[in-house]
């Protein structure tokens, strides 16, 4: 069983569309972190968030992160090519600081 | 500066031979993570070290993996016996102790393992 699940697991649009990532889980974390990651890599950080209700940019990328602590997403606007990838949640449970808890990830392809 | 190395890159082995995997950390990173990723999923925890020693090995699917550190730096996971079910992709991530527990993780490139 998933201790994060996140949703879709597949997601395919147009170039300039907008889409969002969902990872949701019962538990509280105290801190959740999104990577990317591209084939035959590792994954790469992209943000992290540790207050709930947080709402964190990086450029066209906006990440939020639940009043509960308990869910979050990514929302990507105006998708580009290069934002191809496996998107992963991940949270540090509370009393668990050293391991991180992955979703499955969202595999998101943007065509042009 | 050198981000998280791993090799082999790619690795194949026999059905019960016995392989192993390294990993070198970012210097100065103290904490370092195992994990392992089938076709097309999450990534699994498998160990975590701090400095040398092994705070939490829950991951771990059986009695033929184990890992070690040495001198707070590179580390070594070994499988025995393996099985096909032991074919993933395995990653490697250090972490700086973060500030307000974070413990942001930096990915090495991984180690294809296929055995046949």
């Known amino acids: 069983t998933q201790l994060l699940e996140q949703s879709p697991q597949f997601l395919s649009i147009q170039e300039g569309e907008n889409l969002t990532v969902y990872c949701n889980s019962s538990?509280?974390?105290?801190?959740l972190q999104w990577y990317r990651q591209e084939p035959g890599e590792g994954p790469v950080l992209l943000v992290t968030?540790?207050?709930?209700?947080e709402v964190k940019k990086l450029k066209r990328l906006t990440f939020q992160f639940g009043d509960a602590r308990k869910d979050s997403s990514l929302h990507i606007t105006a998708a580009q090519p290069g934002d191809t990838g496996l998107y992963l949640c991940a949270g540090h449970v509370t009393d668990s600081w050293g391991k991180l808890q992955f979703g499955a990830g969202t595999q998101v392809v943007v065509t042009p | 500066g050198a981000g998280v190395s791993q090799s082999p890159s790619n690795k194949v082995t026999e059905k019960g031979k016995d392989v192993e995997l390294r990993c070198d950390p970012i210097?100065?990173?103290?904490?370092l993570y195992w994990y392992r990723q089938s076709l097309g999923q999450g990534l699994e925890f498998l160990i975590y070290?701090?400095?040398?020693?092994?705070?939490?090995k829950s991951g771990l699917p059986s009695d033929r993996f184990s890992a070690e550190r040495t001198g707070g730096s590179v580390s070594t996971l070994t499988i025995q016996r393996t099985q096909q079910e032991d074919s993933a992709v395995y990653l490697c991530?250090?972490?700086?102790?973060?500030?307000?527990?974070?413990?942001?993780?930096?990915f090495g490139p991984g180690t294809r393992l296929t055995v046949t």
């Open positions: 210097s100065g990173h103290t904490a």
């Open positions: 070290f701090q400095g040398n020693s092994a705070p939490d």
């Open positions: 991530a250090s972490s700086p102790k973060g500030l307000a527990g974070t413990y942001e993780q930096y």
């Open positions: 538990s509280v974390f105290s801190s």
């Open positions: 968030v540790v207050t709930g209700g």
